[in-house]
């Protein structure tokens, strides 16, 4: 997509000053690197405050998070190269949502081998084993199985597809 509906698609959540989003776009998610911060929906709002000072808050996408540090350290150092200085801020409320995933960052999922959310109704359903409506990530087929409420990591199950038998993680909704 262009980087215009991209934008748009951000400051839709998000308070971003648009000469600000290159910088933020470098800094890629630690835990699923195909993704950015923005695409995460983890940059809440970031500001020129001054010619070289740059004010930025971020929410956690799960809470405890260990990737929290990781990207608050990689958005210094991006604005550092860019030449700017920055405060990072957390922010808890609103609780970040799956629903805060860019359009782009749920196909990246998809491409990377990581369903991508459904709502939270579909969401449950999916995962009592209910429906099945996750998609394979690499067939297609929603003929997939819950193997475990947990993949690879605490967000995420792992599903496995009964036409092409691949194993893959489904990124579990939050609202
Ligand atoms: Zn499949």
Same mark, same amino acid.
């Given at each position: 997509?262009?980087? &215009?509906?991209?934008?748009?698609?951000? *400051?839709? @959540? !998000?308070?971003?000053?648009?000469?600000?989003?290159?910088?933020? /776009?470098?800094? !890629?998610?630690?835990?699923?690197?195909?993704?950015? *911060?923005?695409?995460?929906?983890?940059?809440? =709002?970031? $500001?020129?405050?001054?010619?070289?000072?740059? =004010?930025?808050?971020?929410?956690? +996408? =799960?809470?405890?998070?260990?990737?929290?540090?990781? *990207?608050?350290?990689?958005?210094? $150092?991006? %604005?550092?190269?860019?030449? %700017?200085?920055?405060?990072?801020?957390?922010?808890? +409320?609103?609780?970040?949502?799956? /629903?805060?995933? #860019?359009?782009?960052?749920?196909?990246?999922?998809?491409? @990377?081998? *990581?369903?991508?959310?459904?709502?939270?109704?579909?969401?449950?359903?999916?995962?009592?084993?209910?429906?099945?409506?996750? $998609?394979? +990530?690499?067939?297609? #087929?929603?003929? +997939?199985?819950?193997?475990?409420?947990? &993949?690879?990591?605490?967000?995420?199950?792992?599903?496995?597809?009964?036409?092409?038998?691949?194993?893959?993680? @489904?990124?579990?909704?939050?609202?």
């Amino acid at each position: 997509m262009t980087e &215009g509906v991209k934008m748009n698609e951000v *400051i839709q @959540y !998000a308070e971003i000053d648009s000469e600000l989003i290159p910088i933020l /776009d470098e800094v !890629a998610d630690p835990e699923i690197p195909v993704l950015t *911060i923005l695409d995460m929906g983890v940059v809440r =709002y970031a $500001k020129l405050i001054d010619d070289n000072k740059v =004010y930025i808050k971020i929410t956690p +996408t =799960y809470s405890g998070c260990p990737a929290m540090d990781v *990207i608050e350290e990689d958005i210094n $150092k991006a %604005f550092k190269k860019a030449g %700017f200085e920055v405060q990072v801020d957390l922010v808890l +409320t609103p609780a970040w949502t799956t /629903d805060w995933i #860019s359009e782009e960052g749920r196909e990246a999922l998809e491409k @990377y081998g *990581i369903a991508p959310p459904l709502d939270a109704h579909a969401d449950k359903e999916a995962l009592l084993g209910n429906k099945r409506i996750v $998609k394979c +990530t690499l067939c297609g #087929s929603q003929n +997939t199985k819950l193997v475990s409420q947990f &993949g690879s990591t605490a967000c995420k199950a792992l599903f496995k597809c009964e036409d092409c038998q691949e194993p893959f993680d @489904y990124f579990k909704c939050l609202k």
